[in-house]
């Protein structure tokens, strides 16, 4: 049984759904359902009892969750035990692309200085996965904003920003101090894939439905609003072409920037990731 293998049924036993499983790790429904009958042909025995309104487990699936649990807890600390025993441990960190944030600088810098030995990996993500890859075990905490489903995770607020929208720089909106999102709802606004997070989706739509093309990446945004006059929203303070505007939004609520890891999770370097990314975005 592969590590990854017990989270896919971690995250579908916790779920008791695999669609919502699925979105919990950022990937899509057929894999994750072809790992747990792989998983279930390696133990010889149902996992799950399948019904048209969900999924629920079998005796032997509460056996298996239960270990599923402790070895994966053990895996985790033997990573950082080893590491710790070697003299170089090794940090993931996922980041929702925001590249011209001073915090990032700041956090870095001080990171570093307080860690000189530590191997630190980043992983930029494009706006389908608010989490950076952190439910699917592919990083060990994420920089990112809220909000977003938090089941299982543990978030520390280090900033909030107001929201503004995006418009043509030669759109008539783009002209006033400020709008309301009344104001935009005959516009269409860009959209996220399928299976996103819902509370992420509604979020940056305004809490409410819309129409609109989908994008994945912040420059796929932009071009959207350029090439379409589509509207989109995005945090104050950022720089935009020449050919775009933001506007600031005064009904928004203002987008918090967040570290966040799985709740849990002893490994020292978040404890101290966190510590630092809290001083440098209070700045």
Known sequence: MELRTLRYFVAVA???????????????????????????????????????????????GS????????????????????SAAAGVGTITIGVLGDGTDPGVARLAAAFRRS???????????????????????????????APFDETALTVRALRTDPVGVVLRADDPLARRDGLRLAE????????????TDPIWQSYWNGGRPREGSVVRAVQECLQTVLWNGTVGLAPLGHDLPAELAVVPLTDMPPSRVVAVWNEGDSNPLIRSFVEIATAAYRH
Do not use: N, Y
Request: with cysteine.
């Open 115 to 145: 860690h000189p030995g530590i191997d630190i990996r980043v992983r930029d993500t494009d706006l389908t996965d608010p989490t950076c890859g952190l439910r699917a075990g592919l990083v060990d905490v994420a920089l990112t904003r």
């Open 184 to 195: 935009l709802s005959d516009r269409r606004w860009f959209q996220f894939p399928q299976g």
């Open 14 to 60: 916790e779920e008791l759904h695999f669609g919502r499983a699925a979105t919990r790790l950022h990937m899509s429904q057929p894999p994750l359902s072809r790992a747990i009958k792989q998983l279930e042909a390696e133990v010889g025995a149902l996992l799950f009892a399948r019904s048209p309104r969900g999924v629920t487990l079998t005796a032997v």
């Open 63 to 82: 056996v298996l969750l239960d270990e599923a649990r402790a070895l994966l807890d053990h895996a985790d600390r033997v990573r950082v035990r080893v």
